[in-house]
């Protein structure tokens, strides 16, 4: 009967086959095993894979794969499903299931839920087995095993289109294949995955112990869980990129919207522009449930520690604290619910020792306001996480996070125990606006000197060797001299590189700064110090919170200042992270690492670009133990303080030097920070808002256009 199928029919049978939705109460199980058989033939095989990753397993692995296995050798074979398409459905859900299960064991989850690597290396042979007879009888009745290869292909083409091909998971997935042997699938498959992963950077930088790691992306979560990856940082725009890069995200909404909106929420289509905004929390909403999914093995066995999922808040109305946390909380509510049932599969038939359906949300809050602050204090005070975004001064990183710990122990007071919550440091985006900032100014520096017509004869060489577009430069008639030089020097212009030949060019026609050989130097100088530029932040900002010589000082202070016990304090301590992001080079990960306080958010093809450098000879992991508290030259921070950008993000402010000096904290980190009145001015949180807000509508059009289809 199977011999009329071939791969391509298996897979479109696989892809269209219906998902039943999860029900609560959960229908009647009679055993562990018993509930993740029928928990993968319902659909929801990474759930019922998951389902064993838990404490009161410990031990027990070897006795649930055997009972498993008895029972679907019998099922299998008895052939129970009605149609050949039922048939073909049912085995690749068990077998989805099972190489699900494989993963676990092979990733870090095994750690997390305590069990011993003798257990687990005995339960994935027994698992491989199984899995290798039901190869060999597809063999023998078909002459291929056309279901097992496509449960495989399926885990790997998922893992494919992350990024559109360039991420780290999407290269590890083809390393894997090109590994399975056609004439030996399962042990191939096992034997490539268990490579693949032990000779992964992130892999081995987080089970040694050097930092915790996160995902800047909507994607791709499951194969970095293995990895060790505990947050993943996501807003609107990024959701976006993910209806882009599947396609069939938007097929699965588009249809949610017609059989479960229509119906909970008719007043959305009646009046679309009133509730538009509510569609995009939905639309995102959507999106991002898998990512909640995937995490709550790690949220809850880290006891809402690590598994974070960051949602951005509206950023249109991100300076209004009193809405932003009200949304915040409808959101959290609206979540838990769904979770509340999600969460009753993943525990059945455990002790109740979690707290069913806490989101494992942290809420994303752009610090280019000052109601920032209050933000971070009331979400914590509920027991909901903050990621502090559009930040990139000590100012910023600090008061919200002493707003934060301000808001963590009025929860522990109300017996609440506080959630994970992090100081986003977005140093690759100061980064790019410090390369705008003195691309322009040294080109306006030496425009005093010289004549008007001269200025015109620069700037007109300028955009015709960057070769700027006709739009662009019909714009630049309409502009003054300002204006038309910050254009010229943008990122978009000049590719973020002051050592564009165009624009070195026009540095030494001024005749202000010597001939080539002393602009490329100086140049070449500047643009290496700003390259460390986001990183001397992330520094100093961990330095003053978390260095070992003042952690306890923040202990004392939390103790006296906020009336909590000693071991209150220093369970808030152990639960604010400093969050590098927006990252350009490897660098900018490999010189933040920490074991604890330190959780590295990256891009997938920036973690692409970090693990193959980690391949390169002479790279030592060692050497980067605890990097975030080495030193870097002195020599470039020298040249960074002569830029007054810089300079407002590397120092504190008066207000914020009088709290540290309470602390007992007396080093002297200046006072020509940013205040944070002045935050939604200070040029990158502009920029970067400016970039989010216009996303923002992008995909509210989006999704508004989707619901009138």
């Not at 042979?125 to 279901?147: M, P, Q, Y």
């Not at 306001?369 to 009331?378: G, V």
Request: hydrophobic share 40%; charged share 30%.
């Amino acid at each position: 009967m199977l011999s009329r199928i071939s791969p391509e029919q298996a897979r479109e049978i696989i892809i269209n086959s219906k998902i039943a939705p999860l029900v609560f109460p959960i229908p009647a199980r009679a055993d562990h095993a018993d509930h993740i058989i029928k928990t993968a033939l319902d659909g929801h095989t990474k759930l019922a894979a998951d389902h064993v990753l838990h404490p009161q397993m410990k031990g027990q692995l070897m006795n649930l794969a055997g009972s498993i296995t008895r029972r679907l050798s019998i099922l299998l074979s008895s052939n129970p499903g009605k149609d050949l398409e039922e048939m073909i459905i049912n085995k690749y859900r068990i077998y989805d299931t099972l190489l699900e299960i494989i993963w676990n064991l092979l990733g870090v989850e095994r750690e997390w839920a305590g069990f011993s690597e003798d257990e687990s290396e005995k339960t994935i042979a027994a698992i491989s087995n199984f899995l290798k007879e039901c190869e060999d009888r597809e063999r023998k009745e078909i002459g291929n095993a056309v279901i097992i290869g496509q449960t495989i292909m399926l885990q790997l083409d998922k893992a494919k289109v992350v990024n559109k091909t360039n991420s780290m998971v999407a290269w590890m997935a083809s390393e894997i294949e090109k590994a399975i042997k056609e004439d030996d699938l399962i042990e191939s498959y096992v034997a490539s995955i268990k490579e693949t992963l032990n000779t992964n950077f992130y892999y081995t930088a987080y089970r040694q112990g050097f930092c915790k790691f996160g995902n800047d992306y909507a994607l791709g979560l499951r194969w970095l869980r293995h990895l060790g990856y505990v947050q993943v940082s996501t807003n609107p725009v990024l959701a976006a990129i993910a209806y882009d890069d599947d396609p069939s995200l938007w097929v699965s909404f588009k249809k949610y919207v017609r059989e479960e909106l229509v119906r909970d929420h008719p007043e959305w289509f009646r009046e679309p522009e009133k509730y538009v905004d509510d569609m995009v929390m939905e639309a995102t909403m959507f999106v991002l449930l898998d990512n909640f999914y995937t995490f709550r093995i790690p949220f809850l066995l880290s006891k809402y520690q690590n598994g974070l999922v960051s949602y951005q808040l509206n950023p249109l109305i991100a300076d209004n604290a009193e809405r932003s946390v009200a949304i915040a909380k409808d959101f959290a509510r609206r979540l838990e619910n769904i979770l509340l049932v999600y969460d009753s599969y993943l525990l059945w038939g455990y002790d109740g020792s979690f707290e069913k359906g806490r989101p494992n949300l942290v809420i994303k809050v752009a610090a280019a306001y000052p109601s920032s602050i209050e933000i971070a204090r009331m979400i914590n005070e509920v027991g909901i996480g903050q990621n502090i975004t559009l930040s990139y001064t000590l100012s910023q990183e600090i008061l919200t996070g002493i707003a934060a710990m301000e808001g963590m122990a009025r929860a522990l007071k109300k017996g609440i125990i506080p959630t994970q919550t992090y100081l986003t440091n977005m140093g690759g985006r100061l980064e790019d606006h410090l390369l705008e900032y003195v691309a322009a100014n040294l080109l306006l520096k030496a425009f005093k000197k010289i004549s008007n017509e001269e200025k015109d004869s620069i700037l007109k060489k300028l955009a015709k060797e960057i070769k700027m577009n006709d739009e662009k430069l019909r714009e630049l008639k309409n502009k003054n001299i300002r204006e038309c030089v910050e254009i010229l020097t943008s990122k978009e212009a000049l590719g973020g590189n002051l050592l564009n030949c165009a624009y070195v060019k026009a540095l030494v026609s001024t005749r202000a700064y010597g001939d080539e050989n002393n602009v490329i130097n100086m140049l070449t100088s500047i643009s290496n110090a700003i390259k460390l530029s986001g990183t001397y932040v992330a520094k100093r900002v961990y330095e003053i919170m978390f260095s070992p010589w003042n952690r306890l000082k923040w202990v004392n202070y939390l103790v006296s200042k906020l009336k909590i016990s000693r071991e209150e304090a220093n369970l808030i301590m152990s639960r604010i992270d400093l969050l590098p992001a927006s990252k350009r080079k490897s660098i900018d990960t490999v010189f933040t690492m920490s074991r604890r306080n330190v959780t590295n958010t990256e891009f997938p093809d920036h973690q692409l670009k970090v693990m193959k450098d980690s391949f390169r000879e002479g790279f030592r992991m060692e050497d980067y133990r605890e990097s975030i508290s080495r030193k870097l030259e002195d020599k470039y921070l020298a040249i960074l303080m002569e830029i007054e950008d810089f300079v407002k993000a590397y120092e504190v402010t008066p207000e914020l030097r009088r709290i540290l000096e309470e602390v007992g904290i007396r080093e002297d980190y200046g006072n020509r920070g940013v205040k944070p009145e002045d935050w939604p001015r200070y040029a990158p949180c502009e920029k970067t808002l400016r970039e989010f807000t216009k996303a923002y509508l992008a995909f509210r059009d989006r999704v508004k256009k989707a619901l009138e289809e």
